[in-house]
């Protein structure tokens, strides 16, 4: 099955830097790879996905890059705020019609005002 | 839209009870959901995949009749632990795959259930 790896297990960044997050994954079937955000006793909250057919994308201070030769994904925020601080959680699934989602470890991040 | 609901938020049960959690799309219509649960400062794991009108597919070492899963319309999907133990207690966690045509893959989460079992 999928094993999708997540590193650093916890970042700290002062405010106003950037914070980037990688994951690693071993099908290389998988092709949706969504990120989620989840804060203290919380719901995951999606906050950005890409598809394989898709090499970047970007919203707002967010972006995502996929290198499927790699099996790699990141996570990039820019321009960190006080409330980027939470768990993120990336995660790597086959797609519609297979749309089971193997999560990785998570990343806390720590945004020091 | 993408709303998805579960209840109750809390739940604290005697040893060998049962309790059903109950998870409902609000504005969509999921032919899919997903039951996780989750350990404190971990990752979520996948319990079982529930299809509507289908029997759910649970993941490898899920007990399938400890954790009972019924997925009888396009909005409800339930969660009942049975006989359940101290050690049965963690946070559960729902979501339900958005079926229209441009987000089929997405995953909307519940908010979650923190079952303690005393």
């Known amino acids: 099955g999928e094993n999708v790896e997540q590193h650093p297990s916890t970042l700290s960044v002062q405010e106003g830097d950037s914070a980037v997050i990688k994951c690693t994954y071993s099908?290389?079937?998988?092709?949706?790879f969504p990120w989620y955000k989840q804060e203290l006793g919380k719901r995951p909250q999606l906050i950005i996905d890409?598809?394989?057919?898709?090499g970047e994308k970007k919203d707002q201070r967010i972006a995502v890059t996929l290198n499927k030769t790699a099996k790699h994904f990141s996570l990039h925020i820019t321009e960190t705020q006080p409330e980027d601080s939470a768990v993120y959680f990336c995660a790597a699934s086959r797609g519609f019609g297979n749309e089971k989602l193997t999560f990785g470890t998570g990343t806390r991040l720590t945004i020091i005002p | 839209g993408a709303v998805v609901s579960q209840h109750p938020s809390r739940v604290i049960c005697k040893s060998g009870t049962s309790v059903k959690i109950e998870c409902r799309s609000l504005?969509?219509?999921?032919?899919?959901m997903f039951w996780y649960r989750q350990f404190p400062k971990k990752s979520l794991m996948l319990m079982a995949t529930?299809?509507?009108?289908?029997?759910?597919?649970?993941e490898q070492g899920v007990e399938k009749d400890k954790f009972l899963i019924n997925h009888a319309s396009l909005t409800l999907s339930t969660l009942t632990v049975t006989s359940a133990h101290p050690e049965d207690s963690s946070f559960y966690i729902c979501s339900a795959r958005d079926g229209r045509a441009d987000r089929t893959d997405t995953q909307y989460f519940g908010p979650g259930t923190r079952l303690t079992v005393l």
């Open positions: 529930s299809n509507e009108g289908s029997k759910a597919t649970y």
């Open positions: 890409i598809r394989s057919n898709v």
């Open positions: 504005d969509f219509q999921a032919t899919t």
């Open positions: 099908d290389s079937a998988s092709n949706y």
